[in-house]
């Protein structure tokens, strides 16, 4: 399984976008990139998932370059309520392990 | 309607102690699985449950004993509870063909 690395924590300011790079430089060819959202006493939620190019939703979007060796999660006007950390999980589809990483601590500031 | 819900929420108990975790959800998935996330908040994977058979024991103890009465439910049995059983304990489900996963809100397990 690929392993990930993303920043420990970063701090943005309210409205401000908010872009988080995780690098998966062993990235496997049937593997997927999906991004989950943890805030305290809370279970991990799913975000948003993609393999190539460009993905979006109603709350975030995924951007993939050609080689796939990273992603960057990007969270538009972010709010206070953003704050949580962020994982990038690197999986093939039809896992039944998903691996977490450390993930990323942001801090949104009012 | 809780899509993953665990009982308890919280469960403070004395070293030596059984206690079990329970956890059902309604989202009709075949998979299920067990994490612990402790103080340092790392996200470990305990055990994955595909239709009520166990797919992957991540080197837990024998102290720890999943079981799935059916495809809804999987819960944690702890036998002989010591102080580094302390966690968060988060039960979550998924359709194999599907990476996005829902989890629980978690049990927060207390060994005193």
């Known amino acids: 399984l690929a392993k990930t690395t993303q920043p420990i924590s970063m701090d943005s300011y309210e409205g401000q976008e908010v872009n988080i790079t995780c690098s998966h430089n062993n990235i496997a060819t049937n593997d997927y990139i999906t991004w989950y959202q943890q805030f305290p006493s809370q279970g991990p939620r799913f975000i948003i998932q993609?393999?190539?190019t460009k993905v979006t939703n109603e709350v975030a979007s995924l951007f993939i370059p050609a080689d796939r060796k990273s992603s960057t999660l990007s969270l538009p006007r972010v709010s206070l309520s953003d704050t949580a950390v962020y994982y990038c999980l690197v999986n093939p589809s039809g896992t039944y392990k998903y691996i977490f990483g450390t993930g990323t601590r942001l801090k949104v500031l009012a | 309607d809780t899509a993953v819900s665990q009982t308890p929420k919280y469960l403070v108990t004395q070293m030596g102690n059984d206690k079990s975790i329970k956890c059902e959800q309604n989202?009709?998935?075949?998979?299920m699985y067990w994490y612990k996330q402790d103080s340092k908040k790392f996200l470990k994977i305990m055990f994955s449950y595909n239709n009520k058979e166990l797919i992957i024991n991540e080197t837990v103890p024998n102290r720890f004993s999943p079981k799935s009465p059916d495809k809804a439910h999987l819960n944690l049995h702890i036998n002989s509870l010591e102080l580094g059983d302390s966690a968060v304990y988060f039960c979550a489900s998924s359709q194999v063909e599907n990476t996005e996963a829902f989890f629980g809100q978690g049990t927060r397990l207390t060994v005193v």
């Open positions: 993609g393999y190539k």
């Open positions: 989202l009709g998935h075949d998979t």
